[in-house]
């Protein structure tokens, strides 16, 4: 891509991800826009004419962005000196297999609309749809592989591993329970919520087996997240 047409590609996603506060788009040119988007919300937070300059300068659209930069987003960062967006990767695109990922503004102000919050309940209900019980208190916390029965040794290994990854999910599902500030029987009913809607989205529209239709309904549970 040509150096002009690459600038204006990034002005215009720039433009959006500030206005819109999540898109979608390959992993590169993510990490393009995290640099970008995190010096408009810097010089947004100077707050001074030269920068409002700055950003006029360089972004479509001014009326609708300078006011976030300047307002919104300035008070929401007011007290964090970098790191305001969040990519996690979606996996490949269909067609040439490029790496996809979804980048996000942070909301400090209100966590549960992030889509990595949506990600998790995704994932605790689908855990909840394959185990047919309440998930988020045993999610939470995991039996120790020592308590476990193993044949071999090569069995003890790889339950110790399955251990530590489940330790590390409790530990991302606290992280978001008390950014949420969430309990634990909040967290298990807007579980409950989703299970319920993809129930009725099964009854209603597929004849497949439940696990069938919540792998092809959400082929990029869990997605890695940076």
Known sequence: MK??????????????????????TTVPRAKELRRLVDKMITLG????????????????????????????????????????????NIGNRRGDHAPMAVIEI??????????????????????????ETKIVEMALKPVPAETQVFVDKRAFKKGLEEHQSKEKFALKIRKAMKNASLSTEQ?????DADVARTRMLHDKESGKKIHRFVKDTWPENTPAME
């Open 3 to 24: 150096s002009a047409l690459r600038r204006q590609v990034l002005r215009n996603l720039t433009t959006d991800l500030i206005k819109y506060g999540r898109l979608e």
């Open 45 to 88: 937070k100077r707050g001074g004419e030269h920068e409002r300059h700055q950003i006029e300068a360089y972004l479509y659209q001014p009326k609708a962005v300078v006011p976030l930069l300047m307002g919104t987003y300035a008070k929401r960062f007011a007290e964090r000196p970098g790191g305001f967006t969040r990519i996690i």
């Open 106 to 131: 942070l909301n400090t102000e209100q966590p549960e609309t992030e889509v990595n919050f949506s990600y998790l309940v995704r994932s605790l209900a689908s855990m909840q749809l394959k185990e």
């Open 187 to 191: 967290l298990q009913a807007i579980v």
